[in-house]
C-alpha cells in the first residue's frame, strides 16, 4: 500500500492547524502539529532559563529533552518530559521562544526526524513551515497558506481568549507574529518558503468552511 503526505505550510495565525484538522478529520486520516512540536522546545528553554537564541545552550538541552505525541478523542497532545503541555506551549512567550530555537539546526533535525518517524506507515497531513520544503519534499499535496498580520492577530487573541487566557492584548499577539514571521523567513536553517509547486491560498477574507473546502477540492 503506497502512503501519502498532505503537507500544509504558512506562517503563524494562518489558519494551518485548524485546516488540518478539518482535512484529517474529512479524509480520516492522522493530523500531526508539528508546530506544537517546536513550542515545546521553547518551552523548555523557558523552564530551564535558557537563553533561547544561545546555540550551545540549546544543543545541550536537546541531548536531554523527550517529546511525545499523544492523539485521545482526535486532539493531539504534546508531552514534554513525561508532562502534558499542550496548554501550556500556546502562550505568547512560548510562540517567539519557539521561533528562536527553530533556528537552531540541531533542534530542526530532532523534530523533523520525529516527524518522519510518526508519520511511517501512515496518511497523514501535517502543517508547519517547512513541510513541503524539507520534512516531506515529496508530499503528494502541498499548500501554502497566507493571511494579512492583522487578521491572523485578531484570530489568535480570539483563540486565546477561547481557552479562557485574558492577560494578552491585540498589540502583544500582533507584535508576536511579526516577530515570527521576520525569524521563520530570514532563518538559514530550513526557512519558511513557498516551494513551486504548493497551492496558494489567501485566507484573510475567507472563512474557515469555506477554505476547507477549497482545500479538499484538490484533494484527489
Known amino acids: 500500500m503506497e502512503y501519502y503526505q498532505i503537507a500544509i505550510d504558512g506562517p503563524s495565525g494562518s489558519g494551518k492547524s485548524t485546516l488540518a484538522k478539518g482535512v484529517a478529520n474529512k479524509l480520516q486520516i492522522l493530523y500531526l502539529d508539528t508546530g506544537a512540536m517546536y513550542r515545546a522546545c521553547g518551552l523548555k528553554a523557558i523552564k530551564t532559563g535558557i537563553d533561547t537564541k544561545d546555540t550551545e545552550e540549546v ?61 511511517e506507515g501512515k496518511n497523514v497531513v501535517l502543517d508547519g513551515r517547512d513541510i513541503g520544503s524539507k520534512v516531506f519534499p515529496g508530499a503528494k499535496y502541498k499548500f501554502f497558506l497566507v493571511a494579512a498580520a492583522e487578521e491572523r492577530a485578531r484570530r489568535r487573541l480570539l483563540e486565546l481568549q477561547q481557552k479562557g487566557v485574558t492577560d494578552t492584548t491585540y ?26 509547486d504548493a497551492i496558494e491560498i489567501d485566507t484573510t477574507k475567507i472563512g474557515i468552511d469555506e477554505t476547507l473546502d477549497l482545500l479538499l477540492s484538490y484533494i484527489k
Open 59 to 119: 544543543e545541550k538541552m536537546m541531548k536531554d529533552i523527550k517529546i511525545d505525541i499523544t492523539h485521545e478523542d482526535g486532539e493531539q497532545h504534546v508531552w514534554l518530559d513525561g508532562e502534558d503541555v499542550s496548554k501550556e506551549i500556546r502562550m505568547p512567550g512560548v510562540s517567539v521562544a519557539a521561533s528562536d530555537v527553530s533556528a537552531i539546526p540541531c533542534v530542526r533535525e530532532a523534530m523533523v526526524d520525529l516527524q518522519r518517524k510518526i508519520s
Open 171 to 196: 498589540e502583544d499577539v500582533l507584535r508576536d507574529i511579526q516577530y515570527r514571521d521576520q525569524q521563520d523567513t530570514t532563518r538559514a536553517a530550513s526557512p519558511l518558503v513557498k516551494v513551486e
